[in-house]
C-alpha cells in the first residue's frame, strides 16, 4: 500500500497512476508568509488578530468561501490556479513567482472534472476547511543557519503567518469519481481497493492527471485568496502591514521530474502522499533568488510545537527523489 508519508517513482510507459496513492486531498499545501511584524508589535492585540482572522478566513467542515463564482470562473480557476488569482487583484506577481510550479500546474483541462466535483468546489474557494488545516501566526524563535535564514528573509523574533489548506471538497470528489471510474475500468487489487489504479499513458490516466491538475490549482488559488484577505485584514491594526510569501509547497500530488536512476537521468512520475519535495540546489523547479541554495521546505508543526522550514539537498535526491516529510506526523492511525 501507499502510506501516509509514501513515496513512489514509476516509469512512463510501464508505469500507473493511482488517485488513493496520490491522496483525497489533492494539493493539500502549505504556504508560509513574512512579515514586517515583531513580537512586540502583536503582544497585546494577540487574542483580537486571532478573532479577526478567524472571522475573516471562513473554516470548518463545508465552509462557504467569501467569493461567488461562475461557472467560467471556476473552470478559468481550475486552469490558471494562482495566477487567475493574482490577475484578478488578488495578490502580486511575486506571490505565485514563491510558490511551487509557479502556482499553476499544466495540463489542466476543466473538463475533466465532474460537475459534481465543481459543485463542491464552487462555493468553498477561499476557506481552509477542517482536520489538519490551519492558520496560525507564529514569530521566529530559533535561527539554525544564518545564511539560509538570510536569503529566506528570515530573522528572530519575525512574526510570519503559516497556511495550511488544499482544495476542499473539489479535490476530495476528484480522487473519488476516478478511484469509481478505474474500478469500473480495471477492478482493484484484492488488498485495498484504495490501491485502483491506471497505466500512466492510458485515456482514463491521461484524464485523472489532468483533473488532479485542476484540483491542484484550486488549491493554488485557494490559498493565494487567503493571503490576500490576511492582508487585507491585518491592514486595519497596522496600516503598514506587509507580508510577503517566502514559499507555498505541496503535498499530496503526482508530478513528471527527472532524476537520476541507476546512473542515467530519466523522467518519472513521482507521488508524494503526505510528503513533500526537498530538492537542493540547482534545480530549474526552484525559484531563482532561492535556486543556488536549494528549496524551502515548509514544516507544519502539531497545535503547540514548533513547525519549521527547512532547506532541500542533493542528498535527498539521492535517498528519496528529492522528498521529505509533510509535517508532523501521528504516532497513531485515524
Not at 494539493?27 to 511584524?37: A, E, F, G, W, Y
Not at 509557479?102 to 495540463?107: E, I
Not at 500512466?200 to 490549482?217: F, Q
Request: hydrophobic content about 35%.
Amino acid at each position: 500500500g501507499m502510506g501516509i508519508g509514501g513515496v513512489a517513482a514509476f516509469d512512463l510507459d510501464k508505469g500507473i497512476i493511482s488517485p488513493g496513492c496520490v491522496g483525497y486531498d489533492i494539493n493539500c499545501s502549505v504556504r508560509l508568509l513574512k512579515t514586517n511584524l515583531t513580537l512586540k508589535d502583536v503582544l497585546d492585540k494577540k487574542k483580537e488578530l486571532i478573532h479577526s482572522l478567524f472571522r475573516t478566513i471562513p473554516s470548518g467542515i463545508g465552509d462557504r468561501g467569501k467569493l461567488r463564482l461562475t461557472k467560467n470562473e471556476l473552470d478559468e480557476v481550475l486552469a490558471e490556479g494562482a495566477q487567475w488569482a493574482v490577475k484578478k487583484g488578488y495578490g502580486k506577481k511575486e506571490d505565485y513567482l514563491h510558490t511551487e510550479d509557479n502556482g499553476k500546474l499544466p495540463n489542466a483541462n476543466p473538463k475533466d472534472v465532474s460537475e459534481r466535483a465543481k459543485a463542491r468546489g464552487m462555493p468553498q474557494l477561499g476557506s481552509l476547511g477542517s482536520g489538519n488545516h490551519f492558520l496560525e501566526i507564529q514569530r521566529v524563535d530559533e535561527i539554525f543557519d544564518e545564511k539560509i535564514a538570510k536569503i529566506f528573509g528570515l530573522e528572530k523574533g519575525m512574526i510570519t503567518i503559516m497556511v495550511h489548506c488544499g482544495s476542499r471538497g473539489l479535490g476530495h470528489q476528484v480522487a473519488s469519481d476516478y478511484i469509481k471510474l478505474m474500478e469500473k475500468e480495471y477492478g482493484f487489487p484484492e488488498q485495498d481497493r484504495e490501491l485502483v489504479n491506471a497505466p500512466i499513458k492510458s485515456e482514463l490516466g491521461k484524464k485523472y492527471l489532468s483533473a488532479m491538475a485542476c484540483a491542484a490549482n484550486f488549491a493554488f488559488a485557494n490559498k493565494q485568496l487567503i493571503t490576500h484577505w490576511i492582508r487585507e485584514d491585518l491592514k486595519h491594526y497596522f496600516p503598514k502591514f506587509n507580508a510577503e510569501v517566502v514559499y507555498d509547497i505541496c503535498h499530496n500530488i503526482a508530478k513528471f521530474e527527472k532524476h537520476i536512476i541507476d546512473g542515467k537521468e530519466k523522467e518519472v512520475l513521482i507521488m508524494r502522499k503526505g510528503a513533500t519535495r526537498s530538492f537542493g540546489a540547482g534545480r530549474k523547479e526552484i525559484p531563482i533568488d532561492y535556486r543556488e541554495y536549494g528549496q524551502p521546505v515548509i514544516i507544519p508543526g502539531s497545535m503547540g510545537t514548533a513547525s519549521y522550514i527547512l532547506v532541500g539537498t542533493k542528498k535527498a535526491e539521492e535517498l528519496t527523489f528529492g522528498s521529505t516529510a509533510h509535517g508532523a506526523g501521528r504516532v497513531m492511525s485515524r
